[in-house]
């Protein structure tokens, strides 16, 4: 059983599309995440959700959309995509209490914007 | 804030080779350190993390890794590698606030460990 599962696994589409990546995690966790990696392999935190509330929000810009439904799920829609969003980005879900501060990832949807 | 400085973008090593991936960090308060791996096209996984306790932590695979809290360093070694630990390796801190680690692992930007036969 796949603890945290994104999809798609891998997108391709064209500058100014709309595209959206799911994310949903068995492992009971309350906490989710979204982070970018991007083609030097960095990785930086976009989005974390705890209980379906916004908790962290960095400097994104407002075309992308994170939505959670239920604590099991967190979704990440990016309008009007733009060559710079190409990148492989990764959901990843961890508990609050104790909070160990360990983050168990998906295995990352690569987004390439032609 | 917490950042995490990894100066070796890439690493390689023969197999059967001893190796040691450099990894310090910066904080204001105390924090939680992590090693993940990942493999090519693949997601990242958990290999050790110091949380308290003895300053040297294992992996099931060999690896471990010693919290250094004078130095600011959390470095992980191998005494030997083999062909299957090739992957990018990526230090990363959590800081602690009162209640535990905050919501926020900060990651280094990888090394890349090269095992040649």
């Known amino acids: 059983d796949t603890a945290v599962s994104q999809t798609p696994k891998y997108l391709v589409t064209q500058m100014g599309n709309d595209k959206s990546i799911k994310c949903e995690q068995n492992l009971g966790h309350d906490t989710m995440y979204w982070y970018k990696q991007d083609s030097k392999k960095f990785l930086k935190i976009m989005f974390s959700y705890n209980n379906k509330e916004l908790i962290i929000n960095e400097t994104v810009p407002n075309r992308f959309s994170p939505k959670s439904p239920d604590k099991a799920h967190l979704n990440l829609h990016i309008n009007s995509l733009e060559l710079g969003d190409s990148a492989v980005y990764f959901c990843?879900?961890?508990?609050?209490?104790?909070?160990?501060?360990?983050?168990?990832f998906g295995e990352g949807s690569r987004l390439t914007v032609l | 804030a917490q950042s995490v400085t990894q100066l070796d973008s890439q690493v390689p090593v023969f197999e059967e080779a001893p190796v040691e991936l450099r990894c310090n960090y910066s904080s204001s308060v105390s924090v939680y350190l992590f090693w993940y791996v990942q493999y090519p096209n693949q997601g990242l996984q958990l290999l050790l993390k110091?949380?308290?306790?003895?300053?040297l932590v294992k992996s099931i695979n060999g690896f471990e890794a010693e919290f250094n809290k004078s130095q600011t360093s959390f470095h992980l070694r191998k005494p030997s590698v083999h062909i299957s630990d090739t992957a990018e390796y990526f230090c990363a801190v959590s800081g602690l606030t009162y209640g535990g680690a905050t919501n926020k692992l900060i990651f280094g930007t990888g090394t890349l460990l090269a095992v040649q036969p």
């Open positions: 110091y949380l308290s306790g003895s300053t």
């Open positions: 990843a879900s961890s508990h609050s209490f104790p909070n160990t501060g360990e983050l168990f």
